[in-house]
């Protein structure tokens, strides 16, 4: 079965720095990868995905991730934190059967220090 | 054009109750995915619903169902409450037609006591 793996429940930056949170996917097969952002009480926005094509992609907010697949990863960056990146970031990848259902890490909780 | 919509926000249930949460697609969105966010399990899916059957269903118990309507507006109930259940229920809409990306309401949040 499919799984994502997102090392770290939490990682602390200080404002202005670079962020990077980990996503590594189990699949013998490129599948469909998603970044999205959860605020606190609000539902999940999308902030990039890579389907086929260019393995940079970028996204809102200036995050940006790239899609390796001899390392079975898709890790999500941004240059320089801001205050309001302070979030929870899922990774997910669309499941290889006939269904469309995500399949989620289980969440990295993006602190930001002033 | 208006994002996905979910009704009520927030809910408190007693055990052994039942519940109906709705969801609104994005317009033109043919399919609907529930899926249940909670700290102990994350994020796992429930069930899509397109053209208003069920496509798919996570490995969730019979008390779990839905239905979506012929404007592609869905719902989905939980039927004998269990405390277990309280999480949020996110809704997410997808266009269909070879697009899989999926946009989420801001979910409504089930407290059962």
């Known amino acids: 079965a499919q799984s994502v793996t997102q090392l770290g429940s939490h990682v602390s930056v200080s404002e202005g720095a670079l962020v990077l949170l980990r996503c590594n996917y189990s699949?013998?097969?490129?599948?469909?990868l998603f970044w999205y952002v959860q605020y606190p009480n609000q539902g999940l926005q999308l902030l990039l995905k890579y389907t086929t094509g260019a393995t940079l992609v970028k996204g809102i907010n200036g995050f940006e991730a790239e899609f390796k697949k001899s390392e079975t990863s898709f890790h999500l960056t941004k240059p320089s934190a801001h205050m309001s990146d302070a979030a929870e970031y899922f990774c997910a990848v669309s499941a290889l059967d006939s269904s469309y259902k995500l399949i989620f890490g289980s969440g990295t909780r993006l602190l930001v220090r002033p | 054009k208006a994002g996905v919509t979910q009704t009520p926000r927030y809910l408190i249930k007693t055990r052994g109750q039942q519940v109906t949460l709705s969801c609104s697609p994005i317009s033109g969105h043919r399919s609907v995915s529930w899926y249940q966010q909670t700290p102990g399990q994350g994020l796992q899916f429930l069930f899509e619903y397109f053209s208003e059957t069920q496509r798919n269903k996570g490995n969730f118990p019979g008390r779990f169902s839905g239905r979506q309507f012929s404007n592609s507006r869905s719902e989905m109930n939980v039927s004998t409450l269990e405390l277990g259940d309280s999480a949020l229920y996110l809704c997410a809409s997808r266009l269909a037609g070879g697009d899989e990306t999926q946009y989420f309401g801001p979910g409504t949040r089930l407290l059962v006591l």
């Open positions: 699949s013998s097969v490129p599948p469909y």
